[in-house]
């Protein structure tokens, strides 16, 4: 095989490993694969006509996102997402976003430039235009990625983006506590509140939905 066709061929084998990731992805965040569930290589090489080689290198992807979990002797399954997971992802949000507002703050002053807010600023009308959940919870995570970028701290940026996938997760399950219009609303106000309270504003953000999704509330 020539060198050329060998480059084609793994283009090939990347482009089915995203799109069985991307397939599974939405199936987990959508709800459709709950908690625990098994994720079986043959079946999923069946329906998505692939080999089981890139149906595992799928999985692979979908288990460093902690969407999923290798267990031995179990196979791969849907990641739990119980309180504990819940608690720790969001103490990680809090402190990657508070950080981030408190550096932004700190450039920008109380009432930030529009060229900085107009990416938080276009998530919001997106998200005011949305009509289907899983679309809105995108959108939603980049509105959260918008203000973390505000920050202009690559490696803040960088790591925020890593845990996307729990954060649309977790947006998944603390759904049933929102309205599309309570959630835009919250986040217009959101915009306003990180500018003129700072980092305090999202850790206040973080901890009202951590509480309601624990019930606390």
């Known amino acids: 095989m020539s060198r050329a066709d060998a480059a084609a061929d793994d283009a090939r084998n ?10 599974v992805r939405d199936d987990i965040l959508s709800g459709r694969l709950a908690a625990g569930e098994p ?30 979990v290798a267990l031995p002797y179990r196979g791969v399954r849907v990641a739990a997402f119980g309180p504990d997971e819940i608690i720790a992802l969001q103490q990680l949000r809090s402190a990657l976003e508070a950080e981030a507002i408190r550096i932004a703050r700190e450039r920008h002053g109380t009432a930030w430039p529009d060229d900085v807010l107009a990416p938080a600023r276009g998530a919001l009308e997106r998200l005011a235009a949305c009509a289907d ?14 203000l ?4 202009g701290s690559p490696r803040i940026i960088e790591a925020h983006a890593a845990i996307g996938s729990e954060i649309l ?7 049933p506590h929102y309205t599309l219009e309570s959630l835009v609303t919250e986040h217009r106000a959101l915009i306003d509140a990180v500018q003129s309270r700072g980092p305090d504003a999202i850790r206040e953000h973080l901890d009202h939905s951590t509480a309601l999704l624990l019930g606390r509330r």
């Open 14 to 23: 990347a482009t089915a490993v995203d799109r069985v990731a991307a397939a």
């Open 39 to 68: 994720l079986r290589e043959e079946a999923a090489s069946a329906r998505y006509a692939v080999s089981r080689h890139t149906v595992r290198a799928a999985f692979q992807r979908l288990a460093s996102e902690r969407l999923a």
């Open 133 to 146: 959940w899983l679309e809105a919870e995108r959108v939603h995570l980049e509105l959260h990625a918008a």
């Open 148 to 151: 973390v970028a505000a920050s």
């Open 169 to 175: 997760l977790f947006l998944l399950h603390v759904r």
